[in-house]
């Protein structure tokens, strides 16, 4: 019922910057948490970054915490990961989710997966 499309991803230099959207379609949206998560070669897929559905509440893992930030604009039904000073260990492949819950913080709270979009970032 709700299609999710992530864009933005790419190869960069360590230090660098990339901002992550994903498009959700859906009249809903405003009502779903949203999340980031991401999948390294070899390993299982793991948390990042949610925000509620009404944006007021965020949380990160600690690994990145200072420097990504999750948004969302619901008039656009868009959700964004901005990231920041990236280092080599942030390559994976991102993939965006929804949760029919207003909070989610767990990959089975998500109900609707993005394709997911590759970092890749060296040094």
């Known amino acids: 019922q709700v299609l999710l499309v992530e864009s933005g991803g790419g190869l960069v230099q360590a230090g660098g910057s990339l901002r992550l959207s994903c498009a959700a379609s859906?009249?809903?949206?405003?009502?779903?948490?949203m999340g980031w998560f991401c999948q390294a070669p070899g390993k299982e897929r793991e948390f990042v970054a949610t925000?509620?559905?009404?944006?007021?509440?965020?949380y990160y893992t600690d690994s990145v915490k200072g420097r990504f930030t999750i948004s969302r604009d619901n008039a656009k039904n868009t959700v964004y990961l901005q990231m920041n000073s990236l280092k080599p260990e942030d390559t994976a492949v991102y993939y965006c989710?929804?949760?029919?819950?207003?909070?989610?913080?767990?990959?089975?709270?998500?109900?609707?997966w993005g394709q997911g979009t590759q970092v890749t970032v060296s040094s």
């Open positions: 925000i509620s559905w009404s944006g007021g509440n965020t």
């Open positions: 859906g009249r809903a949206f405003s009502s779903y948490a």
């Open positions: 989710a929804a949760s029919t819950a207003g909070w989610a913080l767990l990959s089975y709270e998500y109900d609707y």
